[in-house]
Nanobody, 121 residues
Framework: QVRLVESGGGLVQAGGSLRLSCAVF????????MGWYRQATGHERELVAT???????NYADSVKGRFTITRDDHKNRVFLQMNNLEPDDTAVYYC???????????????WGPGIQVTVSS
């Protein structure tokens, strides 16, 4: 069973920085995508940044130039460096991975439980 665990959220003032981490546990044959989504109160969940196998990275327009997604394939981890944070970045951030657990199975989507990021003005 694949399991994702996020860490690194918290409260920060506008203009500050946070770094989110996501660890993927379980048997993984390959990743199709690995990245971050967020959901603010009263809004739908939206893409923040993601790696797409064979295509590179994709960022939401609202975070381009401020957020950077990186990964450590050896340790099955993905990170989100968030700089120059704004109050509108306040949300629950979710790690998502689309993986194949074997060559014959998947791809399947897995989500972490989410972690709160709050940016005060």
């Amino acid at each position: 069973q694949v399991r994702l665990v996020e860490s690194g959220g918290g409260l920060v003032q506008a203009g500050g920085s946070l770094r989110l981490s996501c660890a993927v546990f379980g048997t993984i044959y390959s990743f199709d995508t690995m990245g971050w989504y967020r959901q603010a109160t009263g809004h739908e969940r939206e893409l923040v940044a993601t790696f797409i196998s064979g295509s590179g990275t994709n960022y939401a327009d609202s975070v381009k130039g401020r957020f950077t997604i990186t990964r450590d394939d050896h340790k099955n981890r993905v990170f989100l460096q968030m700089n120059n944070l704004e109050p509108d970045d306040t949300a629950v951030y979710y790690c998502k991975a689309t993986v194949r657990e074997t060559a014959a199975r998947g791809p399947d989507d897995y989500w972490g439980p989410g972690i709160q990021v709050t940016v005060s003005s």
